[in-house]
């Protein structure tokens, strides 16, 4: 049962967690392409329309090599700031398969992005303006805010009434104004209504709001519907999948429908990140110290919340693995501790009060499904330096894809003499 998904998938392929952290270190995380491969297809064959679409949700992971396997894939992907930019097309996305989501951006990073041919969504009345006077006659898309929202966090829901997302519906005579102002075609409508939903009820209701949304406007070339497809992260309590055939279905009925009235052309896509790369992603780590405080046992590791922030800031739950120092077999016994890291805030924990295997030192801890909004929100807080990235390719075989940061790199952006270099 400890296990149970990393055997299941055969997570670590040819190798196994111990070897992997003596060969590159720790913390470590461990990415399987057969995994991403798979939750990739999911996504392109989710809803039976002939011109569907999937962006993926670059923020979610930007690592280059898992990119050019997305890409592969056939995946286009969003942006939300130049640099995913740089790198999506680094990792080979053409500009037409880039969508760039602007928030409150400057001048020039809208032209940043429209001056490479890329598609650019603007999320306020005053940021197409900006647009349109530095634009004046050229193609654009916006972001409506359907009025509803999800997400496993008050902090990442992006839709209703307390978010900075997006432009209400009834602004639009405004967007109409502003689009004639400046002679501006608008060639596509965007939503995301948040992050992480296991019932997609709250999906649907919000394409039936930027269906009617769409009917404003003429000549649309896409609607683009958001992302927010969850993931079970507690899995070893049986948590199962989102039934992306149902819903993929009734979402497929209701675009079909509405494409033959409208306008049979017009491509719809959705934007998943986490639902691409959250379960490709293992963090390895290593058990340093075990000790008791006021009756809370804490088991510490070098997992901070520099590492994995997700814990720390949304309170969000991981399942976690033991695998034995020396490759045993992990022990029936189980111990509730407090799962720890190594930065200097008490707030650093990776998980409370859990019900792990007994474990020592020296053990390898693994924090599954951590493939979405791990590394990308990683940090070098405390000076830690961030780690390596390391891909299980589909024969089994793996091959680093990121280096650790060295202590050389905490230092390559100051602008005055090194005093012991
Ligand atoms: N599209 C837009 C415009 C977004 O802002 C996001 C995520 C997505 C798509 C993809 O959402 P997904 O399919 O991954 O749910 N750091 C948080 C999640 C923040 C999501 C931000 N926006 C977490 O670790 O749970």
């Known amino acids: 049962m400890q296990h ?47 011109n569907y679409r999937v962006n993926y949700s670059t923020k979610a992971n930007a690592n280059l090599e898992l990119l050019k396997i997305i ?49 650019v969504s603007i999320d306020s009345l005053s940021q197409l303006k900006k647009f349109g006077q530095h634009n004046p006659g050229g193609k654009v898309a916006v972001r409506i805010n359907p009025g509803l929202g999800v997400g496993h966090h008050e902090k990442v829901i992006t839709g209703g009434k307390h978010t900075k997302f997006g ?38 209701k919000s394409i039936k709001e930027i269906l009617k949304l769409a009917e404003e406007f003429e000549d649309l070339n896409f609607i683009d519907m958001g992302g927010g497809f969850g993931i079970p992260y507690k899995k070893q309590d049986g948590e199962e999948p989102l039934n992306l055939k149902v819903l993929g279905e009734k979402i497929g009925d ?81 111990e509730t501790v407090t799962v720890v890291g190594n930065i200097c805030e008490s707030g650093d924990i990776i998980a409370a009060n859990r019900q792990l295997p007994l474990h020592k030192e020296g053990d390898i801890i693994g924090i599954t499904d951590a493939g979405a909004y791990g590394y990308s929100m990683s940090s070098n807080y405390n000076n830690r330096l961030r780690p390596a990235e390391v891909l299980i390719q589909s024969d089994g075989s793996h091959r680093l894809i990121r280096r650790r940061d060295t202590l050389d790199d905490l230092l390559r952006n100051f602008t005055g003499n090194c005093l012991s270099c």
Not at 271 to 297: F, Q, S, W
């Open 254 to 334: 209701l675009l079909n429908k509405w494409a033959s009235l409208n306008n049979p052309n017009i491509r719809f896509i959705s934007e998943p990140g986490r639902y691409i790369v959250a379960e490709c992603g293992v963090l390895l780590g290593t058990i340093h110290a075990k000790k008791k405080n006021n009756g809370i046992c804490y088991t510490g590791t070098d997992i901070g919340f520099n590492v994995l922030a997700r814990p720390m800031f949304y309170g969000a739950w991981h399942d976690i693995e033991i695998y034995p120092l020396n490759g045993g077999v992990v022990p029936l016994a189980m």
């Open 71 to 119: 890409r592969e894939e056939g995946l286009d992907a969003d942006a939300m700031s130049p640099g995913e930019i740089h790198v999506l097309l680094s990792a080979g996305f053409l500009p037409e398969q880039i969508f760039y989501i602007g928030n409150n951006v400057s001048a020039e990073e809208m032209m940043f992005a429209y001056n490479k041919g890329i598609t």
């Open 4 to 50: 149970y998904f990393t055997n299941k998938t055969n997570f670590y392929g040819n190798t196994t967690p111990q070897e992997l952290i003596k060969e590159y270190g720790s913390p470590l995380y461990v990415y399987n392409e057969n995994i991403l491969r798979q939750r990739c297809k999911d996504m392109v064959n989710f809803i039976p329309y002939k």
């Open 167 to 204: 432009i209400n519906s009834d602004l639009v005579p405004e967007i109409k104004k502003l689009l004639k102002a400046y002679e501006l075609k608008l060639v596509g409508i965007n939503q995301h209504i948040g992050s992480l939903f296991m019932n997609g009820e709250q999906y649907f």
